[in-house]
């Protein structure tokens, strides 16, 4: 196969390897991966625990127009994705969202937040779509912003991945007890004195961060498989809380790096690799769950 800078895999794995670190745009792209893999992970835990998916799926879908709107007026599309993912995550904590989080609701209560959320992915689809008509670039731009891309990621970008990513896991270490305690069980860690409702607005700005970062490297239609894939798959797996997290984080970094490397080789886009990887990691673990209950 031949990909990106000629590069041709072969059997050879000393010599495939050596060839993923030759180039400092792969360098980049190894450090940035490991590092969105890991916030993913950790972050994706939680979401799936909370039950949060849906959010977490809209935040996703609102970093294309954020990153549009961005490469529309000229700058970073960072600066868009961040920016409204931040945007929307504080929208949805406003409209009372919080999964798991949300003590004593009930199911019209859980209907309307849905419906709710569903209103902002939807208007932020069509913003994504305006701007596209405006900017009126080459399509490949979009299908980066889309699909993801490893190529041209810089120093200055690792950085600031690193940066932001240090941020959130830092405040996922003070609010981690807490946290888990609000999505196990609303009611009780509520009557116990824990502020439900501030933690569901600390984690829903967390996912927007992640999400932000986790587009720049798979795309905004594809992030959500490396939030929710490795956690259910681990989900599967352990049903210890300590356990799990490490899970879904060791998966995330090697569905990661496996899906750097195939894409380097071959001209596809990075989260189609990324995404194939993390579903049949979740077959596997489903399948192995399903035969254990079936033989025990």
Do not use: K
């Not at 916030?39 to 039950?51: C, H, I, N, P, Q």
């Not at 009930?106 to 405006?134: H, P």
Request: proline share 2%.
């Amino acid at each position: 196969m031949i990909g990106a800078a000629g590069a041709h895999a072969s059997w050879n794995v000393v010599d495939d390897v050596r060839q993923l670190f030759e180039f400092t745009f792969m360098v980049n792209a190894l450090r940035a991966g490991t590092i969105v893999a890991v916030v993913a992970g950790v972050v994706g835990w939680f979401m799936v625990l909370r039950r949060e998916a849906f959010a977490g799926h809209t935040l996703a879908l609102v970093g294309f127009p954020g990153a549009a709107g961005a490469v529309w007026l000229g700058v970073d599309a960072a600066w868009g994705y961040f920016g409204f993912c931040l945007g929307a995550a504080l929208v949805i904590a406003g409209l009372g969202t919080g999964g798991a989080g949300s003590a004593g609701g009930a199911g019209g209560r859980y209907s309307e937040e849905s419906a709710g959320i569903g209103v902002v992915q939807a208007f932020a689809l069509a913003c994504g779509f305006l701007f596209v008509s405006l900017y009126g670039g080459f399509l490949n731009g979009v299908n980066a912003l889309l699909f993801g891309t490893f190529l041209g990621i810089t120093d200055g970008q690792v950085l600031v991945l690193l940066v932001v990513a240090a941020a959130a896991l830092v405040v996922v270490g003070a609010v981690g007890r807490p946290l888990l305690f609000a999505s196990v069980d609303p009611d009780v860690a509520a009557a116990r004195g824990v502020g439900v409702r501030g933690l569901n607005v600390v984690f829903l700005v967390l996912l927007g961060l992640t999400v932000a970062e986790v587009s720049q490297i798979t795309g905004t239609l594809l992030v959500f498989a490396l939030l929710v894939m490795p956690a259910a798959t681990a989900q599967h797996m352990t049903a210890r809380p300590q356990t799990g997290l490490c899970v879904t984080v060791a998966l995330a970094v090697a569905v990661t790096w496996l899906g750097l490397a195939v894409a380097y080789f071959t001209p596809y886009p990075i989260g189609f690799f990324v995404t194939t990887f993390a579903f049949a990691a979740y077959v596997g673990a489903a399948a192995t769950r399903l035969l254990r209950l079936r033989t025990g």
